[in-house]
Structure formats: C-alpha cells, structure tokens
C-alpha cells in the first residue's frame, strides 16, 4: 500500500524484525547455558585454590540474570534520555562483548585452561555483561515493537517478539547439540553434601573446549544485530514525548499513512502534553499489576526447565537428553505461535488464564510422577504440557501487557521497574531451583526435591490464574492512548 493510503507493511515488518532479532539475542544469551553448563562446572571442578560447590555453580549458571536485572532497571533511564533506538545498540555492543569474553575469558590476565577463583570472577563479569544486554533488551525490544505498531497488530508483533526469544532459546539447543556432536557431557559424581567430582572417564574435550563454542557462537548474532539497529528508526511515541513532531510524524506516516498519520499523533500529543507525570500519577494499581505480571512469569517456574532442560531429562532416564531439549524447544515454538496467530482474537486474559491453568497440570504431572511409580514418558510429557501451556500465555502475553498497559507518560519508568522485577524472580527461581530439585527427605532421597520443586511451581500457577482473572484489564483493541484514560477512571 502507498504512503498515502495506508503505509507500507513492508517498512513495519522489517524494523519490528530488526527490534526482534533483539529477542532472539534474549533467547539465545538466557539459554545457551542449557547445554554448557555441565562443562562448564566440570572445569571449574579442576581449580585447586577453591571447592566448585553445587551453590557456587547455580550462581556461576544464574550470573548473568544480576546483570539482567541492572540492565532491566536502568532501561528506563536510558529509553527516556537517550532513545529507544540508541539503548538497543548498546545491548547489541554488550551482547558481542560477553559472548566473546564467555568464549575466552583467560583474556590478557590468566593462563589458558587454568581453573581458579579469578577466572571464574571473570566469567561471570562476562556473563553479567551479557545479562545487562539481554535486561536492556527485553524491556526496550517490547516497547519498541508497541510503539511503532498499529493497535490492531501491537499484541501480534509484540507476540513476535516472544516466538523470538523461543526460537533463539531452539537455535541455541541445536548449535549446542551440534557443537557437543559425538563428544559426550562430563560425567559429575556427588561426593558430598554439596561438593561434586568429575568423573576420570569423562570427555576432556568438552571440559576444556565444548562450553566455550557455545558461548562464543552468540558473537555472529550479536554483531548482526548491533549493525541492523543502526539503519531503523526512532520510535514515534518517544519522538513525541521529545517534541520532535515532524520525524515522528513521518515514522508513523511511512507505517500508517498520511490519511491516519496525523490523527495518531494528536491523539499521542494530548498524552504526553505533561511529561512530567510521576510514577505514581494514574495510581498504584497499574504499577502494582505491571509488577506481578512480571512477577508471576517467572514464579511459574519455567526457566528452572529451561536452563536445567539436558539435566532434567537425564534424571528422568532419557537416552539422550539433548535430544530431548532440542524437541522440546520445537514444540514450544509450535505454542508460541498459537499465541501469535490468536492473541487478537481470543484476547490477552483468556490466554493467560487457560495457560496457567495447562502449566499447573503439567507441573502437578510432574511433581507426582516422582512419588509413583511411572513410566519416563509420563514426566517427560507432563514438562511438554506445562512448558507449550507457557508458551502460548504467559511467554509471550506478559511481554504484550507490560508493553501495552502503561500510559505514555511513565512508560518508561514503569516497563523499567516491571521488567527488573521479572529478573529478579528469574535469578531468584534458577538460583534456587538446583539445591531445591536435589534436596533429600528420608527414604524419598533426591525424589522429594524433584517433587517438592514442581508442585510448588503448580500451586503458584493457580494463583496466577486467580490473580489475572480479579485484576487485570483486557486491552485487546485498545490504543497506547486508550490505557490514560482506564486508569485515570480507575484511579
């Protein structure tokens, strides 16, 4: 269609494509640690002036997650001061830095192939680095892709933004399967309470090398993605907020069309006539559902299963766990785009509440069949039913609402405050999820932290339905504008 009829689609979708490449980076950084992290503990099993205990692992693989939260609380910051644009470039400059510093991070100040405590301090700086990237990320990609989007297609193209994300997550469990190819993971023996060994017999490859592909190979991505934000536009909302009348009317007018052009930036204009409306200004209400949405997402407990997915499946007595990851990864594209192709028809709130309540028979599946006697099969799909149920709601819907539901105004502020939460609980929940899920009671021994983990993950997606269906709005078909005047009302 024509500029002056109604835009052009092709312009839309190709920047909302390089914003969601962004999460594809999110995907890819988050759970390349999936597959590396057996290797990865079994080198730093070998360094002689301290014990790799099992805690110090769960925080070496959740590094990255404090600097997803630093990134996360400072997006705000920098959307507002510097741009949308310009804060995608500079997570796109922390992606490339820590997937080249997690490949080597003996760099300039310690011997290659030595394990010791300053190498892992520097590890995980780079991994922290990276997280800072993915925080920065997963709050401005969202904003980005809601602001530049027409209301009729914002939550399909924010949904993108997910199905992104779980494609990286894919594409990294295959380049992992590929770069292990015939080498095997190391094998750990527990010979303490906490204290682990490397088994003699184990692969040295992939105790030396293996894990360091994996993290390097995010380098490609990264570059590309830093280099394609350099050619896509500001967002016409922020362009508003900064007086910047005549670019943001060419933005919209290039997506939208004259004809509607200008009506949509009157109606962003008599938003964002006071830019100086505090936090708190439309009510704790709307910062308090923004903050749970967040919160809930990652109390559901789904990226214990994708961080950990090889272990887990290997516990459960799987030939090849890898494998498995790898068709788990598949089928939560499939759901993914169940909520892509249906979340401006069904709504976001049908959605969510229908996903948590898949995800609680799924983990409730899982909590029991380590307390009877089962078949692998039945746990293995139990985790395929609580992992799609996540995929078609609260993956990618949460990312929508945060995006969708703050007034212009405090936007910024408030998707930076909601998404830091999320990290927080990320980091909370796989910090914690390894010394849980090996916990031992009596005559149950590992059983009852298998089960205690994944029944307690299945009563919190009971509550999360709850808590969706008493308080939080539906916005499908609503404008950005629209949501100044519900809170307003609600105030």
């Known amino acids: 269609m024509g500029k002056e009829t109604g835009g052009s689609k092709l312009y839309l979708f190709s920047i909302v494509a390089v914003a969601v490449l962004g999460g594809l980076l999110f995907g890819y950084d988050t759970a ?17 002036d301290f014990v790799y205990t099992d805690i110090i692992h769960g925080v070496t693989s959740s590094s990255a997650l404090l600097g997803c939260i630093l990134g996360s609380a400072i997006s705000g910051l920098l959307a507002s001061r510097c741009g949308r644009r310009p804060t995608l470039f500079i997570a796109g400059m922390l992606f490339l830095l820590s997937a080249l510093g997690s490949y080597y991070p003996e760099f300039f100040f310690f011997a290659y192939g030595e394990p ?22 997963s709050a401005i990609c969202p904003m980005y892709i809601a602001e530049v989007a027409p209301s009729n297609l914002r939550g399909t193209l924010v949904s993108w933004n997910q199905f992104a994300i779980i494609f990286g997550q894919l594409v990294v469990y ?8 015939e080498h095997t993971n190391p094998i750990i023996e527990k010979i303490g309470e906490t204290v682990y060994a490397v088994n003699p017999g184990s692969d040295p490859w992939t105790i030396q090398t293996g894990w360091r592909y994996m993290f390097g190979s995010e380098a ?21 907020l900064k007086g910047r009348d005549g670019k943001a009317l060419d933005v919209l007018t290039r997506i939208n069309g004259a004809a509607v052009a200008g009506k949509i ?60 990851t790898v068709m788990m990864g598949v089928v939560n594209i499939i759901f993914t785009l ?13 959605l969510l509440i229908g996903g948590s309540i898949g995800m609680a028979v799924g983990a409730l599946g899982v909590a029991l069949s380590n307390v009877m ?23 990618p819907i949460c990312w929508v609402l945060i995006s969708e539901i703050f007034p212009n105004t405090i936007r910024s502020a408030a998707v930076a405050i909601a998404v830091a939460f999320q990290w927080i609980f990320n980091f909370i929940v796989s910090s914690t999820f390894v010394p ?56």
């Open 32 to 48: 390349v640690i999936s597959g590396a992290e057996k290797g990865l503990q079994a080198f730093f099993l070998g360094a002689k």
């Open 116 to 137: 010791s405590l300053p190498l892992l301090i520097a590890f995980n700086f780079y991994r922290v680095l990276g997280g800072v990237g993915v925080g920065l990320a």
């Open 174 to 181: 295959f380049v992992n399967f590929m770069i292990l190819g």
């Open 220 to 240: 490609f991505v990264a570059a590309l993605f830093a280099i394609l934000v350099c050619f896509v536009p500001e967002s016409p909302r922020y362009l508003a």
């Open 265 to 324: 930036l009157a109606d962003i204009k008599s938003t964002v006539s006071v830019k100086s409306e505090k936090l708190f200004s439309f009510g704790v209400m709307v910062i308090f559902i923004g903050v749970m949405l967040s919160v809930f997402q990652q109390a559901v407990g789904i990226n214990a299963v994708l961080y950990y997915a090889p272990r887990i499946f290997e516990s459960m007595g799987m030939g090849n766990p890898m494998a498995q």
């Open 338 to 350: 169940v909520a892509v192709f249906t979340v401006e028809r069904l709504g976001r709130k049908p």
């Open 373 to 395: 006697s089962v078949h692998p099969f039945v746990p293995v799909v139990s985790i395929m039913i609580y992992s799609a149920s996540f995929m078609f709601s609260w993956g």
């Open 436 to 491: 849980m899920y090996n916990m031992s009671l009596g005559s149950m021994g590992d059983s009852f932290g298998h089960m205690f983990a994944y029944a307690l993950y299945g009563i919190i997606c009971i509550v999360a339905a709850w808590f969706v269906y008493r308080l939080v709005p539906e916005t499908k078909g609503k404008t950005l504008e629209d949501m100044t005047a519900l809170w307003r009302s609600r105030r």
